[in-house]
C-alpha cells in the first residue's frame, strides 16, 4: 500500500497575491492552491517546499499528518496579538515548540505514533477547518490551546517530573469543539486533560453580552476609544475585535494562579495513570453488567422459546421426521437444532427419560445417514 502525506495551508489575515499564487504554484503543479489556502496530497514522492518558510512568509496556519503516524499543526498570530513571552512557559519541547518570524509568532505542534501504527484510512481533509477557530481563541485570550501544547509535551516525556505547570487556564475541564478537535488530532491523553482540568476554573460561560461590553466601554480612556474607533475605520487590524475581546477578559480574568507548591509535570502524569485505572475499572464494571444483562435477556428468551415448543410437542418430533425426509444437509441442520431445543425442554420439565428414548429410535432409524448421525454428535446428541 502507498504511503499517505497530506499538506494543508490557509491565509486568514490576508490573501495571498496573484504573484505568491505562482510562486507556490513552482513547488507543486498538483496542488490545489487559491488566494486563501494551499492543499496538496501525497502518495509517492515529498513536498518540495519547506512549511516553516511558508509560514513565516504567506500562512497562518498549517496542517501536514503522514499515514505512519506523524501530525502536525502550525499557526502564526501578530507578536502584538500574541505576546511571545505568553507562549514560552508553555512550548518547551519537540511536541510543541515555537519561533517568531518578521512581526509574527509561529506556534509548532507536533505528535508521532508511538506504538508505530499505520492510519491507513486517515484523510486530513476538513481536520483544519475544525481546529482553526482555536487561532481567533487564542488572539482573544484563551490560553487553552497552549497548555494543551504543554500536555502534549508531558506526554511525550520532554519535561522533567519535577517541572511546575504554567500558569493554568480557566475552562480546561470544558473543552469547545476546536480544542477537542485539536487534542484528538495531536492524540493527547483524555485522563492527563481530566487530571489538568481539576486545577481549572470554570470558563467563563459564552461570549460577554452587549450590556457587558457597554459597561466595559464606557470605561475606557477617551484616548483608547479614538484609537480603536480609527483602526476600525481603517482595518488596518484584522484581530481588532480579538485584542478587544482579550482585553475585556484580561480585566475579567478567571484563570487560577499558580499556587506556592505548584503541581509538577510527574503530578499530572500521576493523576492521570490513576484517573486511568479507574476509568479502566469502571468501563470492566460496566461490561461485565452488560454482559449479565445480556446473559439474562438471552435466558428469559430461551424459556419463552421452550415454553412455546412445550405446547404441542408431537408437532416438534412430526417436523423433526419431515425435515429428515428431505435429505439435505441446511434441514438436517434444522432438525438438529430442533432436537437440541426438545433435550433442553425435556432437562427442564424432568421429561430427560423419555426424550432419549425416541432419539435412541430417531438414530436407530436413520442409521444409514452418516451425515446425520455426525450433525447429532457434535450436538451432543448421542445416547
Same mark, same amino acid.
Given at each position: ?11 486568514? @489575515? ?35 517546499? #519547506? ?31 500574541? @505576546? ?22 509561529? %506556534? #509548532? ?23 482553526? +477557530? ?26 522533567? #517530573? ?13 473543552? @469547545? ?10 492524540? %493527547?491523553?483524555?485522563?492527563? %486533560? ?37 483602526? /476600525? ?25 499558580? +499556587? ?60 423433526? #421426521? ?6 439435505? +444437509? ?7 437444532? /430442533?432436537?437440541? @431445543? ?42
Amino acid at each position: 500500500m502507498s504511503e499517505y502525506q497530506y499538506y494543508e495551508f490557509t491565509a486568514v @489575515d490576508r490573501p495571498l497575491t496573484s504573484r505568491e499564487q505562482a510562486e507556490l504554484r513552482s513547488l507543486s503543479t498538483r496542488a490545489d492552491i487559491t488566494a486563501t489556502s494551499f492543499v496538496n496530497t501525497y502518495e509517492w514522492g515529498d513536498f518540495k517546499g #519547506d512549511p516553516r518558510k511558508l509560514m513565516g512568509r504567506f500562512f497562518d496556519a498549517h496542517l501536514y499528518l503522514a499515514n505512519w503516524g506523524t501530525r502536525q499543526v502550525m499557526l502564526r498570530l501578530p507578536k502584538h496579538v500574541l @505576546d511571545p513571552a505568553t507562549v514560552a512557559p508553555y512550548c518547551q519541547g519537540d511536541s510543541a515548540s515555537a519561533w517568531t518570524a518578521g512581526k509574527h509568532v509561529i %506556534i #509548532d505542534l507536533h505528535d508521532e505514533d508511538e506504538d508505530g501504527t499505520d492510519e491507513w484510512d486517515l484523510d486530513g481533509h476538513g481536520l483544519l477547518a475544525s481546529i482553526i +477557530p482555536v487561532r481567533a481563541r487564542l488572539a482573544a485570550g484563551d490560553l487553552r490551546l497552549l497548555y494543551l501544547a504543554w500536555l502534549r509535551c508531558v506526554q511525550s516525556e520532554e519535561i522533567a #517530573d519535577d517541572e511546575p505547570e504554567p500558569p493554568v487556564p480557566a475552562g480546561l475541564g470544558t473543552l @469547545d469543539a476546536p480544542l477537542t478537535a485539536v487534542a484528538e488530532f495531536l492524540r %493527547i491523553d483524555p485522563d492527563l %486533560i481530566a487530571a489538568a482540568a481539576a486545577g481549572s476554573s470554570p470558563a467563563t460561560v459564552g461570549e460577554p453580552t452587549a450590556a457587558q461590553l457597554r459597561s466595559w466601554v464606557v470605561g475606557l480612556p477617551a484616548r483608547d476609544k479614538d484609537a480603536i474607533l480609527t483602526d /476600525l475605520i481603517t482595518g488596518g487590524d484584522s484581530h481588532l475585535r480579538s485584542q478587544l475581546l482579550r482585553r475585556y477578559r484580561d480585566a475579567h480574568r478567571t484563570d487560577t494562579p499558580t +499556587p506556592a507548591a505548584a503541581r509538577t509535570a510527574g503530578d499530572l502524569l500521576a493523576t492521570a495513570a490513576d484517573l486511568r485505572a479507574e476509568r479502566e475499572r469502571r468501563d470492566a464494571e460496566q461490561r461485565q453488567r452488560d454482559r449479565a444483562r445480556r446473559e439474562r435477556s438471552a435466558a428469559a428468551a430461551r424459556q419463552r422459546h421452550l415454553d412455546t415448543l412445550a405446547v404441542d410437542q408431537p408437532a416438534a418430533w412430526q417436523r423433526v #421426521d419431515t425435515l429428515i425426509a428431505t435429505k439435505k +444437509p441446511r434441514e438436517y441442520d434444522t432438525a438438529v437444532q /430442533l432436537l437440541v @431445543d426438545l433435550r433442553d425442554l425435556g432437562e427442564r420439565d424432568g421429561d430427560s427419560g423419555l426424550f432419549q428414548q425416541r432419539l435412541a429410535d430417531l438414530r436407530a432409524a436413520h442409521v444409514r445417514k452418516p451425515s446425520l448421525l455426525e450433525r447429532l454428535n457434535l450436538a451432543g446428541l448421542d445416547t
